[in-house]
C-alpha cells in the first residue's frame, strides 16, 4: 500500500518488506554506501490504516500502536459519527470521513502530533534523507508548521516535499510558505503543462514558461520544487520515444528537482492509466528491455551531466528563448565561492537545429558538459553558435565569474523577484 494506509504501528516497518538481513536502516545504509543513493521516505499523518464497513472487526484494522506496541487509538469498526467522544481510544479520530474508509486522525489531539515528530524522527535516524509528504491538504497548515518545526528542530534543514493534488499554483504555493512550514510541494501545474507539451509534437516551448514562476514570488523558493510528467495517481505519460527523451532533457536542466515514476525511464506501459495497468511490475523480461532501452541510455546522460553541474541542480535560470521546438537559457551559481554558468540549449524537433547565442555571454572558455569541446568566448567574438541534434541537448559550462553586465542586472532581479517579496534572501537559489 502507498503512504501508510495500512498504517497499524508507525515505529514499525510492515512485516511484509523486512527479510533476512535487510531491514529499513540497513537498506538505506546499503543504499548510501553501495549504491550513493539517499532514501526518500514517503509518509502521512492525516490517515491510518481501513476503519470501518467491515463485516466483523478485524485483527490490526483501525488501531494505532505506539513504540512500545501498546494500543492508544481504536476505530473499533464504527462509522466516523458514531464513536465515542468519551472512549480515549477514540480520542485520535474526527468524526467525520475523508478518505476513503481510512480513520480520519485528528490534527487537533496534542498527542497525534507527538506520536508522528517520534515516529518519523526514528525514521530518519534510521537512514531517511527527506520526507515525501501525502495528502498534505488534508490537514491544516498549523500542524504542519508545528510538524516541521520540531523535525528541524532536531534535524536543521531537514528537506520536506509534499504531495496536494492541486492545479491552482496559487493555493499549492501555500504549502511552501514558512509561516505553514516551508514545505515544498510535487509540481502538479507544472505536470499538466510538461506532460501536454511533450505529448504533442506540435506543442511549443513557451508553454511551459508560465508555470515556472521565476519572477512573481508565488512560492517560497521555486527551485525547491519537485518537478515531473506522471506518477501512480495518474495515467502515465502517453508520449513516443522523443517525447519521453525531451522531457526528461527539459526536466533535468530546468529549474526546480526532476521525479522520475518507476518504469518511465523506459517507457513502460504509457499511457495506462491509474489502476489501469500505470502500477504495474515491470516482470522479468522489461526489467532485461529496461536496461538497453534508448530513452534510459538518453536519461543516463542527461542525469550525470546535471548530478555534476552546480548550476544545473541549483542555479536561477535566465530564459533566452522558449519558442515553437527550441528552448535556450542559462542557468546561473553563485554561492560559497562557488560559480558556475550553464547554457542549456534544448531541440525538440525532428530535425538538427543551429542556435546563435550573443546575448549575456560571459568571456572565457566554455566547456561541453557532454563532449568536452571547448569553445572560447572573448570580447571580439561574445557569440556562441552550436548545432542541436533533433531530440537532443548541449549544455555548455562556465567555471569562473559573469562578466557581462546585462546577465548581472538580470541575475539581480532573477534573485529579487524568485522567492516572495518579504522572504527575498542573497546567493544563489537557496
Same mark, same amino acid.
Given at each position: 500500500?502507498?503512504?501508510?494506509?495500512?498504517?497499524?504501528?508507525?515505529?514499525?516497518?510492515?512485516?511484509?518488506?523486512?527479510?533476512?538481513?535487510?531491514?529499513?536502516?540497513?537498506?538505506?545504509?546499503?543504499?548510501?554506501?553501495?549504491?550513493?543513493?539517499?532514501?526518500?521516505?514517503?509518509?502521512?499523518? &492525516?490517515?491510518?490504516?481501513?476503519?470501518?464497513?467491515?463485516?466483523?472487526?478485524?485483527?490490526?484494522?483501525?488501531?494505532?500502536? !505506539?513504540? *512500545?506496541?501498546?494500543?492508544?487509538? %481504536?476505530?473499533? !469498526?464504527?462509522?466516523? /459519527?458514531?464513536?465515542? /467522544? &468519551? !472512549?480515549?481510544?477514540?480520542?485520535?479520530?474526527?468524526? =467525520?470521513?475523508?478518505?476513503?474508509?481510512?480513520?480520519?486522525?485528528? /490534527? !487537533?489531539?496534542?498527542?497525534?502530533?507527538?506520536?508522528?515528530? =517520534?515516529?518519523?524522527?526514528?525514521?530518519?535516524?534510521?537512514?531517511?534523507?527527506?520526507?515525501?509528504?501525502?495528502?498534505?491538504?488534508?490537514?491544516?497548515?498549523?500542524?504542519?508548521?508545528?510538524?516541521?518545526?520540531?523535525?528541524?528542530?532536531?534535524?536543521?534543514?531537514?528537506?520536506?516535499?509534499? =504531495?496536494?493534488?492541486?492545479?491552482?499554483?496559487?493555493?499549492?504555493?501555500?504549502?511552501?510558505?514558512?509561516?505553514?512550514?516551508?514545505?515544498?510541494?510535487?509540481?502538479?501545474?507544472?505536470?499538466?503543462?510538461?506532460?501536454?507539451?511533450?505529448? $504533442?509534437?506540435?506543442?511549443?516551448?513557451?508553454?511551459?514558461?508560465?508555470?515556472?514562476? +521565476?519572477?512573481?514570488?508565488?512560492?517560497?523558493?521555486?527551485?525547491?520544487? @519537485?518537478?515531473?510528467?506522471?506518477?501512480?495517481?495518474?495515467?502515465? @505519460?502517453?508520449? %513516443?520515444?522523443?517525447?519521453?527523451?525531451?522531457?526528461? &532533457?527539459?526536466?533535468?536542466?530546468?529549474?526546480?528537482?526532476?521525479?522520475?515514476?518507476?518504469?518511465?525511464?523506459?517507457?513502460?506501459?504509457?499511457? *495506462?492509466?491509474?489502476?489501469?495497468?500505470?502500477?504495474?511490475?515491470?516482470?522479468?523480461?522489461?526489467?532485461?528491455?529496461?536496461?538497453?532501452?534508448?530513452?534510459?541510455?538518453?536519461?543516463?546522460?542527461?542525469?550525470?551531466?546535471?548530478?555534476?553541474?552546480?548550476?544545473?541542480?541549483?542555479?536561477?535560470?535566465?530564459?533566452?528563448?522558449?519558442? $515553437?521546438?527550441?528552448?535556450?537559457?542559462?542557468?546561473?551559481?553563485?554561492?560559497?565561492?562557488?560559480?558556475?554558468?550553464?547554457?542549456?540549449?534544448? &531541440?525538440?524537433? %525532428?530535425?538538427?537545429?543551429?542556435?546563435?547565442?550573443?546575448?549575456?555571454?560571459?568571456?572565457?572558455?566554455?566547456?561541453?558538459? @557532454?563532449?568536452? /569541446?571547448?569553445?572560447?568566448?572573448?570580447?571580439?567574438?561574445?557569440?556562441?553558435?552550436?548545432?542541436?541534434?533533433?531530440?537532443?541537448?548541449?549544455?555548455?559550462? +562556465?567555471?569562473?565569474?559573469?562578466?557581462? =553586465?546585462? +546577465?548581472? *542586472?538580470? +541575475?539581480?532581479?532573477?534573485?529579487?523577484?524568485?522567492?516572495?517579496?518579504?522572504?527575498?534572501?542573497?546567493?544563489?537559489?537557496?
Amino acid at each position: 500500500g502507498y503512504h501508510g494506509y495500512w498504517g497499524v504501528n508507525f515505529f514499525e516497518t510492515d512485516e511484509h518488506l523486512v527479510s533476512d538481513g535487510l531491514d529499513f536502516p540497513q537498506l538505506t545504509e546499503q543504499l548510501r554506501s553501495q549504491h550513493g543513493l539517499k532514501t526518500v521516505l514517503d509518509i502521512v499523518c &492525516n490517515h491510518g490504516s481501513p476503519s470501518y464497513t467491515m463485516p466483523q472487526d478485524q485483527p490490526g484494522y483501525g488501531e494505532i500502536y !505506539n513504540a *512500545a506496541g501498546e494500543l492508544v487509538a %481504536d476505530h473499533q !469498526n464504527l462509522a466516523p /459519527e458514531d464513536l465515542d /467522544e &468519551n !472512549n480515549s481510544l477514540h480520542a485520535w479520530f474526527h468524526r =467525520e470521513p475523508d478518505l476513503a474508509q481510512l480513520s480520519n486522525i485528528d /490534527e !487537533n489531539n496534542p498527542d497525534v502530533l507527538d506520536y508522528f515528530v =517520534e515516529a518519523y524522527s526514528q525514521r530518519i535516524g534510521q537512514g531517511a534523507a527527506a520526507f515525501r509528504i501525502d495528502t498534505i491538504k488534508h490537514m491544516p497548515h498549523d500542524y504542519w508548521k508545528r510538524f516541521s518545526d520540531r523535525i528541524r528542530e532536531r534535524h536543521p534543514g531537514f528537506f520536506m516535499f509534499s =504531495e496536494s493534488f492541486e492545479f491552482n499554483a496559487a493555493r499549492v504555493a501555500e504549502h511552501t510558505w514558512p509561516q505553514n512550514g516551508g514545505i515544498s510541494v510535487l509540481d502538479f501545474p507544472g505536470q499538466k503543462l510538461i506532460s501536454e507539451v511533450f505529448t $504533442d509534437a506540435d506543442s511549443s516551448f513557451a508553454r511551459l514558461a508560465g508555470y515556472l514562476h +521565476l519572477t512573481d514570488g508565488i512560492y517560497h523558493n521555486p527551485y525547491e520544487l @519537485m518537478t515531473f510528467y506522471d506518477n501512480h495517481d495518474m495515467p502515465r @505519460m502517453d508520449a %513516443d520515444e522523443n517525447g519521453f527523451i525531451d522531457a526528461h &532533457n527539459w526536466l533535468f536542466t530546468s529549474r526546480g528537482i526532476p521525479v522520475i515514476y518507476y518504469g518511465s525511464e523506459s517507457m513502460f506501459r504509457p499511457g *495506462a492509466a491509474e489502476h489501469g495497468g500505470n502500477r504495474d511490475y515491470f516482470g522479468v523480461d522489461s526489467i532485461a528491455h529496461a536496461r538497453s532501452h534508448p530513452v534510459r541510455a538518453a536519461l543516463e546522460q542527461i542525469a550525470d551531466v546535471r548530478r555534476q553541474s552546480p548550476a544545473l541542480q541549483r542555479g536561477l535560470q535566465a530564459n533566452l528563448e522558449l519558442r $515553437d521546438d527550441r528552448a535556450v537559457f542559462f542557468r546561473i551559481y553563485q554561492n560559497d565561492g562557488v560559480t558556475q554558468t550553464a547554457l542549456v540549449l534544448l &531541440n525538440k524537433g %525532428d530535425s538538427a537545429e543551429k542556435i546563435r547565442v550573443n546575448k549575456w555571454l560571459s568571456t572565457g572558455t566554455w566547456r561541453d558538459a @557532454m563532449s568536452g /569541446e571547448e569553445l572560447v568566448v572573448s570580447l571580439e567574438q561574445p557569440v556562441i553558435e552550436l548545432a542541436v541534434p533533433a531530440h537532443g541537448v548541449r549544455v555548455l559550462l +562556465l567555471d569562473g565569474p559573469n562578466t557581462d =553586465e546585462l +546577465l548581472a *542586472a538580470e +541575475l539581480a532581479t532573477l534573485q529579487a523577484k524568485a522567492v516572495r517579496p518579504s522572504m527575498a534572501t542573497t546567493g544563489a537559489a537557496q
